[in-house]
């Protein structure tokens, strides 16, 4: 087992290397303004057998959660998702059936994980075009890991040890968590981030695990190459170094800052066909040099979808400042209820078209959408989370650009595989709307209203029956007075009526 | 009676003596000053030109659909908001498979028979100008502007034939009730927008015509094809059979001289000589035309594309869940029973067909298909869209095909209140029900209990009491 902890500070934040302190295994330092981030690297055979069971059927398995309160980032720890619990997954030797115990361990270690099975809940994922992509994606939101934690501490910590406790528990405070496993690397990597915030600089070694702390900030190296991020700061090893030492480097980083926010809302009255509008600082690319696109990335949930078919139409596409619909996962059913669907939702990704003029300008854009029905419930009326999407500026890297990995970055996020390999994704910050902290917007969805249904199948075939009725009379009537037979008998028929009456 | 046969035989002869005072009066009621109350009425002199003679009115009924073919393709060049109705492009996607050599059923939501694909291939071809383009784009909706404008001669014909043993009308005032179909803006706007119906309408209406001109050959394929293509036209097959009795094809039995009930008469003849009866040559011939043109179609269609042929043309209509808010008295339960499929004791979606068919399958062809076969259909297809299980506005197309040919004799015609009121009941329980739909789509109000419900209700029963009328008025 190793851990990797690293403060990330942002350019120009770097602290004085005299005020770290080194004693017995223990770092402490001052107070600073950064993004921690604290992996833990667990080899296959020290994990719970839960675990390890599940993760021998797995050829490649990575959850990541993200927080739905607005957090800030830093680079390079910048790649953007949804919020909400994602997961991309490849399974042993291509077959998803004998994955069936998948959805079960991660409703056992995540708490309310709504899949069945992988074949019944999972979208395929486009991995033929470009190999590092995991065969099989699934989303839905969580709201917290509380779950995760009450997990974790039973499985990780001996009961009397409150300390292994406490550090679980401020997994409350993260932004994001992410738990990687393939058969390459036959370890499992669980990454926490939390967001950018004043803390103390602090760690403690533990036996049997090797630590390393870093407390890093940005920095420009000569020579740093338009692709790279340059970092440098402060490594301890900690039960091992007795001082820490200076660090400059450079790493290519495909996710960037792209130094400017957007928020998204619907607008009102979202009705049954709701329309994201999403509100941008600026409509200028980050680099002015290479090809950028703006894109939106989105992961709905099952009970809310675009329409692959309404998004074809340049005209339509462009009075809502859309370029095209780039990428929809298959299929999407355009008609089932929410309650039928046993696919977790789809995963949609939209070019957007900001204004073109050469100052930089706020703009909009409108993501038209439609809802599901979903179930009857009492008092008619059910909240949906929707996340916000990723939004990005794809922008080409120059010819013969490689990206090797990063150690601060993170490969199949859903987006990343849908571009070429020279691709850098440059990151717009969510922010909310105002009034609120989070990241999601909720749709009130109206339902049948179950309070209400109490007569609805009585008067209904109590009505259906009277209209029945009022028709069968009235056949009879005719039958009565002229039978079955043809017009003129009933010509005959009523003449003699006349006849009578006369 | 003799006489009505041999009138029958013959589409344009006239009825003998003993009908004849009733044929006059009707058709100089409909002919020479229209009634008070009917849009038509309004007797301006350019107003009855357009009905003299044929062309004025083709012209204007053409000249309509252009207009609106022309307005279409502006709209949709110029606005986000398309005039092109979302099924055309279900449509034209098909066909876009089907020239690529796949299967019209790539496209989701496909559910329709191949053979629309295949009418539509033109709209595929992409050539070297976008406006060419565009044109070819468009020839399924000319295609469907030209079959409403063959149902509207088909009703002109129908109205003029005394067929169906009912007297004809003068040309004049056949188009003048052809002119409901032909220069009605609802029905022209749907078919250039795109909407397939409109060849119900033509099929349907060819069916009929078939029928009354005694074709039974080529009725049996109309009939065949029509289910093949959009199933409800099986509802027409009993009536078409009952209404081909022995004395009215004229294939012997014409000393029967139609009585009120033929059945009643032979009370004691056993089951055999009634089975022989009622088994003419006309009908085991429209049986195993029609049966053997589904058949054949369906194989062939099989052939071509398979299971997904099954599943999304006929299989789609049995499974699917209809839980979506529509006209339907059914709809609510249908939502409820659909979300708690263990709750309902009695599943409701496996009844709801048993008064829709007894009506529109049994007792309707039964008791009014002999007197007048084309208000039969008429009652026949009302019933059916009102107590089915999915009920949307493009299903009123299907009756409203048949209406001109019932008007004429109706109630709501000679009793120009009645009629006013009916269809503002008609109008305004639509209106009450589009209000709540309104609010549940647009405001995102949850009115599904007790607005659209009853709204729906509502709506069904002003239909039961307008198809009351409609039964009642064979006997006028």
Redesign the interface.
């Known amino acids: 087992m190793r851990e990797r902890i690293t403060f990330v500070q942002k350019l120009g934040d770097s602290i004085d290397p005299s005020t770290l302190k080194v004693t017995d295994g223990v770092l402490s330092g001052p107070e600073v303004q950064a993004v921690l981030e604290d992996r833990l690297t667990i080899a296959l055979d020290e994990l719970p057998t839960e675990l390890h069971t599940l993760l021998n059927s797995v050829h490649e398995l990575h959850v990541r959660w993200v927080s739905p309160v607005a957090y800030e980032a830093v680079s390079p720890l910048l790649s953007r998702l949804p919020p909400g619990f994602h997961l991309f997954f490849t399974p042993a030797r291509g077959d998803v059936d004998a994955s069936d115990n998948l959805c079960p361990t991660l409703a056992h270690v995540f708490g309310d994980i709504a899949c069945s099975t992988p074949a019944d809940s999972f979208t395929p994922l486009q991995n033929d075009r470009f190999s590092h992509s995991s065969a099989f994606q699934y989303f839905q939101p969580l709201e917290s890991l509380s779950h995760f934690i009450a997990y974790a501490q039973d499985q990780l910590c001996p009961p009397s040890d409150a300390l292994c406790a406490a550090r679980l528990n401020s997994l409350v405070l993260a932004s994001s968590l992410d738990l990687s496993y393939d058969t390459i690397s036959h370890t499992l990597k669980i990454t926490a981030l939390w967001p950018y915030q004043k803390q103390a600089v602090h760690a403690i070694s533990w036996p049997e695990l090797r630590t390393e702390v870093g407390v890093l900030s940005g920095e420009i190296p000569p020579n740093l190459e338009p692709h790279e991020v340059g970092l440098a700061g402060l490594l301890t090893v900690l039960g091992q170094d007795t001082k820490p030492s200076a660090t400059m480097f450079a790493v290519p980083s495909r996710h960037r800052d792209a130094e400017s926010k957007f928020s998204a809302r619907f607008l009102e009255?979202?009705?049954?066909?709701p329309t994201l509008q999403i509100q941008l600082e600026s409509n200028k690319p980050p680099s002015g040099g290479s090809y950028c696109s703006a894109h939106a990335y989105f992961t709905l949930p099952k009970s809310i979808f675009a329409d692959k078919?309404q998004l074809a139409?340049d005209?339509?596409l462009?009075?809502?400042n859309l370029t095209a619909l780039r990428y929809i996962s298959q299929?999407v059913d355009?008609?089932?209820?929410e309650?039928?669907m046993k696919q977790w939702g789809s995963a949609v990704l939209l070019e957007l078209s900001p204004p073109k003029s050469d100052k930089p300008q706020p703009w909009t854009t409108e993501v038209p959408l439609h809802l599901r029905?979903l179930?009857?419930s009492p008092g008619?009326?059910e909240n949906i989370q929707v996340p916000y999407p990723a939004v990005f500026w794809a922008c080409t890297a120059e010819e013969g650009t490689k990206f090797p990995t990063n150690p601060f970055e993170r490969v199949n996020l859903g987006y990343d595989g849908l571009f070429g390999p020279r691709t850098v994704f440059w990151h717009v910050d969510p922010r909310p709307v105002s009034g609120s902290n989070r990241i999601t917007n909720t749709?009130?969805?109206?339902?049948?209203?179950l309070d209400?249904?109490g007569w609805?199948?009585g008067?209904?075939?109590i009505?259906?029956?009277?209209?029945?009725a009022?028709?069968?009379?009235?056949?009879a009537?005719?039958?009565v007075?002229?039978?079955?037979?043809?017009?003129?008998?009933?010509?005959?028929?009523?003449q003699i009526g006349d006849k009578k009456r006369q | 009676m003799a006489q009505s046969s041999v009138a029958a035989r013959s589409a344009s002869a006239s009825a003998g003596d003993q009908t004849s005072a009733r044929k006059k009066k009707r058709v100089s009621f409909a002919a020479g000053s229209a009634p008070p109350d009917h849009p038509s009425a309004a007797s301006s002199p350019a107003f009855s030109a357009l009905f003299q003679r044929p062309l004025p009115l083709y012209f204007s009924a053409a000249l309509l659909r252009v207009g609106l073919l022309l307005y279409g393709l502006w709209q949709d060049a110029n606005s986000p908001l398309k005039y092109t109705d979302i099924d055309y492009l279900v449509f034209t996607d098909a066909a876009r498979f089907v020239s690529r050599g796949q299967s019209p059923y790539d496209r989701e939501t496909y559910r329709y028979t191949p053979v629309l694909a295949w009418l539509l291939l033109p709209t595929a071809h992409v050539g070297a100008s976008p406006l060419w383009d565009a044109v070819w784009f468009s020839s399924g909706k000319v295609l469907f502007a030209a079959a409403d404008l063959v149902a509207g001669w088909l009703l002109e014909r129908v109205l003029t034939s005394s067929g169906s043993g009912l007297p004809g009308l003068d040309p004049v005032a056949a188009r003048k009730f052809a002119a409901i179909w032909l220069l009605n803006p609802m029905v022209a706007t749907i078919s250039t927008r795109g909407s397939s119906e409109g060849l119900l309408g033509v099929l349907v209406m060819a069916l009929l015509s078939a029928v009354m001109a005694r074709r039974v050959t080529l009725a049996g394929l109309l009939l065949g094809f029509s289910v093949h293509f959009k199933i409800y036209p099986f509802i027409y097959a009993p009536a078409i059979v009952w209404w081909m009795d022995a004395e009215r094809m004229g294939s012997g039995g014409a000393d029967k001289k139609g009585s009120p009930a033929p059945g009643q008469n032979k009370s004691k003849s056993s089951l055999i000589s009634r089975v022989t009866t009622f088994a003419t040559p006309a009908r085991i011939r429209l049986a195993a035309v029609s049966l053997s043109t589904f058949v054949c179609l369906n194989a062939a269609m099989y052939i071509c594309y398979g299971p997904p042929f099954l599943t999304h043309t006929f299989l789609h209509h049995v499974t699917r869940i209809d839980h979506r808010h529509n006209f339907s008295p059914y709809n609510t339960q249908l939502y409820l029973a659909s979300a708690f499929p263990d709750l309902s004791a009695l599943r409701i979606e496996s009844v709801a067909f048993l008064p829709q068919l007894v009506l529109s399958c049994f007792l309707i062809p039964i008791v009014l298909a002999k007197k007048d076969l084309p208000a039969a259909m008429l009652a026949q297809t009302f019933a059916f869209v009102t107590f089915n299980k999915v009920c949307t506005s493009q299903y009123f197309l299907w009756y409203m095909v048949l209406l001109p040919l019932y008007l004429p004799r109706s109630s709501f015609l000679k009793d120009g209140k009645l009629g006013i009121f009916a269809l503002s009941m008609w109008v305004a329980s639509q209106g009450l029900w589009l209000h709540q739909g309104y609010g549940l789509e647009f405001l995102g109000l949850s009115t599904f209990l007790p607005g659209l419900w009853l709204a729906s209700l509502g709506f069904f029963l002003v239909n039961c009491w307008i198809l009351g009328i409609i039964i009642a008025d064979v006997l006028l």
């Open positions: 009255p979202t009705g049954t066909h078919y139409d005209l339509f462009a009075s809502k299929p355009l008609e089932a209820p309650y039928v029905y179930a009857p008619g009326y749709i009130k969805v109206p339902v049948l209203d209400k249904a609805v199948n008067v209904t075939a009505t259906v029956l009277v209209g029945f009022w028709v069968a009379w009235k056949l009537a005719v039958y007075k002229s039978g079955y037979g043809s017009a003129p008998s009933s010509g005959t028929s009523s």
